[in-house]
């Protein structure tokens, strides 16, 4: 008998319970209840969306040694670049797909929206500026010029290079094609498609008289083609610019995320570390 | 669109002119060159017994090889095996002939290939030379059936020459996306580019309908289909 009443006092109690949570969840509406989630702010059409959603990053980048270039050997992808795109989507917890370009199309690229970042080595310049927009920047970079060893002599300093017996040979879309006939305005100018690399090949078969680009890249080709490579007072880069990722132009929740970024990973030295390790590396 | 037009094809016309006279000077020597190197590999294929089979692997080499492929090794590996060419418009001038001169060969060769021998059989029985009956017999028919192919080659040549911008020979694509990479803005560049190109090729090709139906009217043979 007692044993009877303990169960049916038991029951009544959870349909109670259920009644009244029944009753309680009724009493919210829908609307107070999406109104109860937190608003991020976020644009749904930022990248930063897209992150939040944990979807793929897309990075852009065009070939460029120390920064984000393909090791020749293991076909692998290094760089300091490339290790810090590595680390910015360990933070976020995001996959990555890598999607190599040539400079001279990286812009249009990003603007299609083939990819979510250009991650490679982007020089300010305001061309670029007007079409893309830069972040933090990451680093800053000068220039240095190489000739072949067979000129060496002739140019001890980048002021012998202002004049209309040099041509210099620069990459088709690298920042160089903008710059350099503004500092060298006697000298003549070529620009060769395709990667870096292949802008040096004039210089090596004398058909243009030096190759420009930025100081670490140099240093970089100088040490692997040691054998016709000299460069032109190298303790002395000049033209010295912010190097740094690109995204697209009207994007300002990604754009003050990767700024908030870049100035963390400043910061904490880590974009000094990488530099030091792969320059170390190349000397 | 117009805006960017106006801002940043119309200043730089004069950039495109130059191009398209570099383009036109390319294209001119590549192809009188591509004839003779064609006709010659033609001719040693068809009556030279002893090299025939070097003239055949010689086409079959520029038939079988990309453009892009042969422009590089013509620029980068030539100078160091031959010591030529010593300039980048000589080294696109030499890739573009070289490619058009296997498919200029093998036009020629089916030209001539395709005459009935009964026309050459005709001439040495009214007594003419071997020179008379190629000058009045063999080349006005050979012609005429051949000149749409060499056409059309001339405008491949035209349309390939856009490649000679990658080894930095200032033509019209070269000057174009120096612009483009001045300014970053290709739609109004490429497309006015894209129409640069079409007038010419559709220059050429109204050019050689002109001429050949002359030349018919002249040798009073029937319409090449």
Redesign the interface.
């Known amino acids: 008998m007692v044993g009877s009443l303990d169960s049916d006092k038991r029951r009544f109690l959870a349909g109670a319970a259920a009644i009244g949570a029944g009753v309680a969840a009724a009493s919210v509406r829908p609307r107070d209840a999406a109104a109860q989630l937190l608003d991020t702010g976020i644009d749904p059409k930022s990248v930063l969306a897209k992150v939040k959603k944990g979807e793929t990053l897309q990075v852009g980048y065009a070939q460029t040694p120390v920064w984000f270039y393909k090791d020749a050997k293991t076909g692998e992808l290094r760089g300091i670049y490339k290790d810090l795109a590595d680390m910015l989507a360990k933070d976020l917890e995001m996959q990555v797909n890598y999607v190599e370009v040539t400079f001279a199309n990286a812009t249009i690229g990003l603007r299609k929206g083939d990819f979510d970042l250009f991650g490679s080595s982007a020089v300010y310049t305001i061309p670029r500026a007007l079409v893309c927009n830069y972040i933090g920047p990451l680093w800053s970079k000068g220039s240095l010029a190489i000739v072949h060893k067979d000129d060496a002599a002739k140019f001890k300093t980048i002021a012998d290079l202002d004049s209309p017996d040099v041509t210099f040979s620069v990459n088709a879309g690298a920042s160089e094609e903008q710059r350099m006939p503004l500092l060298f305005p006697k000298a003549k100018f070529i620009a060769v498609a395709g990667q870096q690399a292949m802008a040096a090949e004039p210089v090596r078969t004398r058909r243009a008289t030096v190759y420009v680009t930025g100081d670490s890249d140099a240093i970089a080709l100088a040490k692997r083609n040691a054998d016709w490579a000299h460069i032109v007072d190298e303790k002395h880069p000049f033209d010295k610019r912010p190097n740094t990722w690109m995204i697209r132009h009207g994007d300002e929740p990604w754009k003050n995320f990767l700024d908030m970024w870049s100035t963390y990973v400043r910061v904490n030295g880590e974009v000094q570390r990488l530099y030091d390790e792969y320059i170390a590396k190349l000397t | 669109m117009l805006d960017n037009f106006n801002r940043y094809v119309l200043p730089n016309i004069h950039l495109l002119a130059r191009g398209v006279s570099i383009t036109a000077y390319i294209c001119s020597f590549a192809f009188l060159l591509a004839l003779a190197l064609g006709m010659i590999a033609c001719l040693i294929r068809l009556y030279v017994p002893f090299v025939r089979i070097v003239a055949i692997g010689y086409i079959e080499f520029c038939r079988a090889t990309p453009i892009l492929v042969q422009l590089l090794w013509v620029n980068?590996v030539w100078?160091?095996l031959f010591g030529f060419p010593?300039?980048?418009t000589s080294a696109g001038i030499a890739a573009l002939a070289l490619q058009s001169s296997g498919y200029l060969a093998e036009t020629f060769r089916s030209g001539i290939e395709g005459l009935a021998k009964g026309q050459r059989e005709a001439g040495m029985a009214v007594g003419m030379s071997n020179f008379q009956i190629i000058r009045r017999i063999v080349l006005p028919q050979v012609a005429l059936v051949m000149a749409p192919s060499i056409v059309n080659q001339m405008t491949v040549v035209i349309k390939s020459s856009t490649l000679v911008?990658?080894?930095?020979v200032?033509d019209l694509m070269?000057e174009a996306?120096?612009i483009?990479?001045?300014?970053?803005?290709?739609i109004e560049i490429l497309t006015s580019t894209a129409l640069l190109y079409v007038a010419a090729i559709f220059a050429i090709s109204m050019a050689s309908k002109n001429v050949s139906d002359r030349f018919r009217e002249k040798f009073g043979l029937a319409a090449a289909s």
């Open positions: 980068y100078p160091e010593r300039t980048v911008s990658v080894i930095a200032p070269y996306l120096k483009v990479n001045q300014w970053f803005e290709p």
